[in-house]
T-cell receptor, first 112, second 119 residues
Framework: RKEVEQDPGPFNVPEGATVAFNCTYS??????FFWYRQDCRKEPKLLMS???SGNEDGRFTAQLNRASQYISLLIRDSKLSDSATYLC?????????????FGGGTRLMVKP | EAEVAQSPRYKITEKSQAVAFWCDPI?????LYWYRQILGQGPELLVQ????????DSQLPKDRFSAERLKGVDSTLKIQPAELGDSAMYLC?????????????????FGEGSRLTVL
């Protein structure tokens, strides 16, 4: 079983739609969680952190469910520019340092 | 344009040849990572440095891959000999790790990557 698992998609949605992705992680002791965005043939970039209390940034909302070991990303009012691959990232270790494990990514395609 | 510099951007080589990638992280970033990303998959960590020391190289195929960061600044990843299955994007990333205090921001700054094709 992979440490971080995502549905690869693609998710094809029309502009203005709401779309949600889930990601599951295997290490129950994981400490921190993130969503990265990767445009086609570009490098990944941090989209947002995922806090225990949830995190909202404009049209994007991230949630953490420790009991079920999954995190989610909700995108409201999808834009064409949201088309990208969304990578779920988990830090399985607490304490100092970043030891990040990436999921395989979920591809989103927003269409006019 | 990414602040983490990588070269070359593209490399085509034949199997059994040697290949090397170079990375210059953001100034002041003590932690440097090399990831490999196969098309359609997420990045997989190959090696992590803290200054000049290796923190994690458990996923580095040491029979053919080597990585160094001699002065704790720029880094080189080498493959010798290259195999067909090594075709991938090799991403370098860096993060700020303040000494003496825990850092867990999760923000890695990636370079644009070096795309390797092995024929």
């Amino acid at each position: 079983r992979k440490e971080v698992e995502q549905d690869p998609g693609p998710f094809n949605v029309p502009e203005g739609a709401t779309v949600a992705f889930n990601c599951t992680y295997s290490n129950s002791a994981s400490q921190s969680f993130f969503w990265y965005r990767q445009d086609c043939r570009k490098e990944p970039k941090l989209l947002m952190s995922v806090y225990s209390s949830g995190n909202e940034d404009g049209r994007f909302t991230a949630q953490l469910n420790r009991a079920s070991q999954y995190i989610s990303l909700l995108i409201r009012d999808s834009k064409l520019s949201d088309s990208a691959t969304y990578l779920c990232v988990v830090n399985p270790f607490g304490g100092a340092g970043n030891m990040l494990t990436f999921g395989g990514g979920t591809r989103l395609m927003v269409k006019p | 344009e990414a602040e983490v510099a990588q070269s070359p951007r593209y490399k085509i080589t034949e199997k059994s040849q040697a290949v090397a990638f170079w990375c210059d992280p953001i100034s002041g970033h003590a932690t440097l990572y090399w990831y490999r990303q196969i098309l359609g998959q997420g990045p997989e960590l190959l090696v992590q440095f803290q200054d000049e020391s290796v923190v994690d190289d458990s996923q580095l195929p040491k029979d053919r891959f080597s990585a160094e960061r001699l002065k704790g600044v720029d880094s080189t990843l080498k493959i010798q000999p290259a195999e067909l299955g090594d075709s991938a994007m090799y991403l370098c990333a860096s993060s700020l790790f303040p000494s003496g205090r825990e850092a867990n921001t999760g923000e890695l700054f990636f370079g644009e990557g070096s795309r390797l094709t092995v024929l």
